[in-house]
């Protein structure tokens, strides 16, 4: 498992400040030096107050003496290590223990060691798969609180088959406190394995009760653009190839379901008895909050997101039934699988991120120009300091979304990538958030009276320009640092 750990991390790569860290890395960064972010920390303290995952990460740099990078790399590994252990605990549960005779002295037909083999191997080999339209993949490429519940909701699921509920207990409970909303999707769904698992009904009836019942206070007027710039929220706007990936899982547990009974396999068929209705209830739900926008305020409950404990465990078995019966003890067959799979893995990611290091170590420079402005930024400017930045740059060509939060560790305006996702989790930042992105429009074309305006209204005191942007407004700017891309310049 320390080999395949290994591996994952070079297929799938490595990026500690890209995507969503910029929502969650900042966090950790408020709270190992509060004089960061004085402006508009609450588009990512909304996500940072509701879990533990700032404090643990936090807590982690200060026991270990260690860097912040150092420790995120060093918990990313453990994420990866500790998902691919709990795919063999899953194994373990669905398929029976291994042997004690192993793969090297036993008899073929005796021995159960390839279905955990093939279960972690391709686990390892799919951290990055995309999970339908719900813009997830099993692992991120970089620490956030979901890599902490994904292997923790994997632990639960397999506890609650072994019927050690005090174990899953403990799982949902670690799950819960490092990411509350996706923990919500695993306590669910163990919990409907248990009641399935007690009352045996004949009929499968509902898997899960989402809580719809929860006070909903109006949302802000603001809130509806918000919402129309999350499409992964409205099911209906999917697109085909993305409703094939929640369709399928659903028809493959259903034949799981009734296979397993047939072989005989108790809690493989459980599992996939459980998961079918789980997944179609959701699906439904997606639907119905889809159907109109007096729902849309209750999108962000994302339904959907229970396909992330649903792919992980369809990965677990499907590799374990592949070990057991297709690549056995055939060497040949391994890599002929996991080969072709890992470089087309690898490869997808290296097209992600076109700009910046596979796996960017924390003692390398950064590749990337953007990167490279953010680091002299981290070191040049004071912590206090509130940037301008179009407010698209993370969609910006050659930017391989990096978050300037995390990783120049400076404040800025609102932007339309991330910090909107803030807003449709937390309605009341979205009136705010859409000031701020009016007062940014046409940012490209800024002249020295836009900056002044930024300056004298919200503070702004420096500003990151592309080479590309108005030239006037640029010969109107001191900027100490340049590059091929990219300007960094100050607000007087």
Not at 91 to 99: E, I, K, N, Y
Not at 223 to 252: K, N
Not at 261 to 274: F, H, I
Not at 393 to 411: I, K, Q, S, V, Y
């Amino acid at each position: 498992m320390t080999l395949l750990t290994a591996l994952a991390l070079l297929v799938h790569g490595y990026h500690p400040y890209a995507e969503d860290a910029e929502i969650y890395l900042p966090g950790v960064l408020k709270m190992l030096n509060p004089r960061l972010f004085p402006t508009n920390a609450e588009f990512f303290g909304e996500h940072a107050g509701h879990t533990l995952y700032p404090n643990l990460i936090a807590l982690s740099v200060r026991a270990t003496h260690l860097s912040l990078p150092w420790t995120a790399l060093l918990w990313q590994i453990l994420s990866i290590f500790l998902l691919l252990a709990a795919s063999w605990r899953l194994a373990s549960v669905l398929f029976g223990t291994p042997q004690p005779s192993g793969a090297w002295g036993g008899s073929e037909t005796s021995d159960r060691s390839y279905f955990h083999w093939g279960a972690i191997a391709l686990m390892s080999a799919l951290l990055t798969l995309p999970l339908a339209g719900t813009t997830l993949y099993i692992l991120d490429q970089f620490l956030n609180p979901r890599n902490l519940a994904a292997f923790a909701a994997l632990f639960a699921v397999a506890e609650v088959l072994d019927r050690k509920y005090l174990r899953a207990a403990l799982w949902l409970a670690f799950a819960a406190a490092v990411h509350p909303f996706m923990s919500s999707f695993a306590i669910l769904f163990c919990g409907w394995i248990v009641l399935l698992d007690w009352a045996r009904p004949q009929a499968l009836g509902f898997a899960i009760a989402l809580p719809f019942g929860i006070t909903l206070d109006p949302p802000p007027a603001a809130y509806h653009e918000v919402a129309l710039r999350q499409p992964a929220h409205f099911i209906l706007r999917w697109e085909w190839y993305e409703w094939l990936g929640l369709i399928a899982p659903i028809v493959i547990f259903w034949w799981l379901g009734n296979w397993a009974r047939r072989q005989g396999a108790k809690n493989l068929e459980l599992v996939s008895r459980a998961m079918v209705p789980f997944l179609a209830v959701a699906t439904c739900a997606a639907v119905v909050l889809s159907s109109s926008v007096r729902f849309e305020a209750l999108t962000r409950l994302q339904p959907m997101r229970s396909l992330a404990i649903g792919y992980m465990v369809l990965v677990v078995i499907a590799g374990g039934l592949a070990g057991q019966y297709f690549l056995s003890n055939h060497a040949w067959r391994w890599a002929l699988l996991f080969v072709p799979l890992g470089l087309g893995m690898f490869f997808v990611q290296l097209r992600l991120f076109p700009n910046s290091a596979h796996v960017e170590w924390p003692w390398a420079r950064p590749r990337n120009q953007w990167a490279e402005a953010f680091e002299w930024i981290r070191s040049n400017t004071p912590p206090e300091a509130l940037f301008a930045l179009d407010p698209r740059f993370m969609e910006l060509r050659g930017e391989d979304e990096n978050g300037f939060r995390a990783r120049a560790e400076r404040g800025r305006l609102a932007d339309l990538i991330k910090d909107k996702g803030a807003c449709s989790m937390f309605p009341a930042l979205s009136t705010d958030w859409a000031e701020q992105i009016a007062d940014q429009q046409n940012f490209s074309g800024f002249e020295t009276e836009n900056f002044e305006r930024l300056r004298q209204k919200y503070g702004v005191t420096w500003a990151v320009v592309r080479q590309s942007d108005s030239s006037s407004a640029q010969e109107g700017l001191e900027c100490p640092f340049s590059n091929s891309t990219v300007r960094v310049c100050r607000i007087r």
